[in-house]
């Protein structure tokens, strides 16, 4: 799973913060070359693309991690076409989905290249390719992990690459349709650690709304109150007396056991193993992982709400 499934996930992220604090990994030509064949023609991001840099072997589909996270890396290595094309095909994405979110409570969450929604839904295959506003365990993080790059592409383009508020807008306008959405979740849905990218991509746009006076106030409220709640139910509720988080296994199929696993803390304790289950339909993601990867995102939560604070106290 760590092979295939997450092949570019997690080297996308070591770029990004090698970018961010100059390692000669960032500018290493063999390293960036690979990453951007990755990127298929529509804008999408492959999970994996075999072993031979010289052939390509497309996936059936594409989904919205890591074509977000190889936007973030195309931010932070300043490469504005590819990082566009990134947007473009989240852009498709949430509009796509625009008619299910709103009418049926739902987002189909990947895509075939040629960028139409996979709604052929197979049993066990539910948890991967459909998300719902009522089932408490379910891969939240994609309507999370789109908000924050589309908020994030929308403040590039306008304040570093000089694009005109009419190219950079519709960006802004489907992450504000993805907090819609998301504002229509249980808060019984918080509880599950898949919830952790909603609150960095509220935290986000929160931030964006604000410093470029865009929303109304009703929207910038409410990606205050999501981002609240991630913060209070997802990270502090969660976390163990240690400082961390308890590791996850992360199930690729609603019908396996592993699904009736609960991460809230009782007594200081998580009543899950704390180490891979051989021959599991999950991936194990260990504490230490999952306790980098919610610090990163309370980052964004925090900077957003105090970006809120200031703008409550000015506008006394």
Not at 11 to 26: D, M, R, S
Not at 113 to 120: N, Q, S
Not at 151 to 175: C, F, I, N, Q, V
Not at 289 to 296: K, Q, R, S
Request: glycine share 8%; hydrophobic share 40%; proline share 6%.
């Amino acid at each position: 799973n760590y092979k295939i499934l997450q092949r570019v996930y997690r080297p996308l992220t070591f770029l990004k913060v090698a970018a961010w604090i100059g390692h000669p990994l960032a500018e290493n030509k063999l390293v960036i070359n690979r990453m951007l064949q990755y990127q298929h023609s529509s804008g999408g991001v492959f999970h994996y693309i075999g072993e031979d840099p010289d052939k390509i072997e497309e996936q059936p589909y594409v989904g919205s991690l890591n074509t977000s996270f190889f936007g973030h890396l195309m931010i932070a290595l300043d490469m504005k076409e590819p990082a566009v094309k990134a947007g473009d095909w989240i852009l498709n994405f949430v509009k796509s989905n625009e008619d299910y979110m709103r009418k049926k409570g739902v987002m189909y969450t990947q895509m075939t290249p040629e960028g139409v929604l996979v709604t052929d839904v197979k049993p066990g295959e539910k948890i991967t390719k459909i998300l719902n506003n009522k089932d408490p365990k379910q891969e939240f993080w994609h309507v999370g992990t789109c908000m924050a790059y589309l908020a994030l592409l929308y403040e590039t383009m306008r304040h570093k690459w000089g694009h005109s508020e009419a190219a950079a807008k519709p960006y802004l306008d489907a992450a504000i349709e993805l907090l819609e959405f998301e504002k229509t979740m249980p808060l019984y849905t918080y509880l599950w650690p898949s919830k952790c990218k909603v609150g960095w991509g509220a935290g986000e746009l929160l931030r964006v709304l604000i410093k470029n006076g865009k929303g109304t106030k009703e929207q910038i409220e409410e990606a205050y109150r999501i981002a609240r709640l991630v913060a209070i139910f997802t990270f502090m509720d969660n976390q163990l007396p240690n400082g961390g988080w308890s590791c996850m296994h992360y199930p690729l199929d609603e019908r396996i056991p592993e699904m009736r696993f609960d991460y809230k803390p009782l007594k200081g304790m998580v009543n899950v193993p704390q180490k891979p289950i051989p021959n599991s339909k999950t991936i194990f993601l260990p504490s230490e992982e999952i306790t980098g990867e919610f610090l990163g995102e309370m980052k964004a939560i925090e900077t957003g709400i105090e970006v809120y604070l200031n703008h409550l106290r000015e506008s006394l």
